[in-house]
């Protein structure tokens, strides 16, 4: 056995003791953190929902397309327990909700874009179409109820701070009424409208969720978010009614 070959194995023995090292001081310390009753979580999952008024205002007669976009979501929480059935989860998720919609309304205030660049504002009648897309950092804070040593429930609320967000759309074959309803009539073809710059930064609301055990170390989770902080900035007036995200999250967990 030449020198070289020599050095060679003896770095990889290095490296796989320190390997076995690291991956005992890891174990050492998760079964100290159930101890005190700490539980460490990874979930991975995907939003299906929308953004919308609560009820359905008579201005939106008919939804002719519904399409909840690919929305992902990658969260780490800590669970502390307090006994058998109770416990509080705390944790950092990192989301994607997204939505596009058609719609067909009447006497729906709007702010647009004709297409020879003019603005124009009044009560639109005709299609609209909608794209709303959002990147949020959320906290959810959440008690749980262990149902059985498989099944928990968690309920509690969450806080976002909205790093992107996209609010645009086009409103097509229709026409405008200037000021109110009985206004002068504008036909239009096609105009669009913007209001990323009018999203608030930071929402807020509950959410409502339930987990399986499948496996010693998986979990499938499924839970409901509902805002319950319009999207829009106080001072919005274009929109008249007020507007939440409504989501549902579909994965699965990593219990540490």
Known sequence: MNKKTSLIILWCLIVTASTVHAQEERNKSILKSLTIGLEYRLKAGFNIGGTSPIPLPAEIRKINSFNPTTAFSIEGDVVKTFNNKWGISAGLRLENKGMKTD????????????????????????????????SLLTI?????????????????????????GEFFGEAY?????????????VEVKSATYNFDD????????????????????????ANLTWGVVPIFQKDFETITFNMYPIYANIGFGYVF
């Not at 074959?173 to 009539?185: A, I, M, S, V």
Request: net charge neutral.
């Open 103 to 134: 719609a067909t309304v009447k006497n729906y205030h709007m702010r647009m874009i004709a297409s020879d660049g003019g603005e124009m504002e009044g009560q639109w009648t005709g299609g609209v179409t909608t794209t709303v897309k959002q």
């Open 173 to 185: 074959d229709g026409y405008l009424r200037d000021g109110d309803p009985t206004g002068e009539k």
């Open 140 to 164: 959810p804070i959440l008690a749980i109820y262990k149902v059985s040593k498989r099944w928990e429930l968690e309920l509690g609320p969450w806080f976002s701070y909205v790093t992107s």
């Open 198 to 221: 009018d999203l608030r930064h930071f929402q807020c609301g509950m959410q409502l969720g339930a987990q399986w055990r499948a496996f010693s170390h998986l979990n499938v989770t």
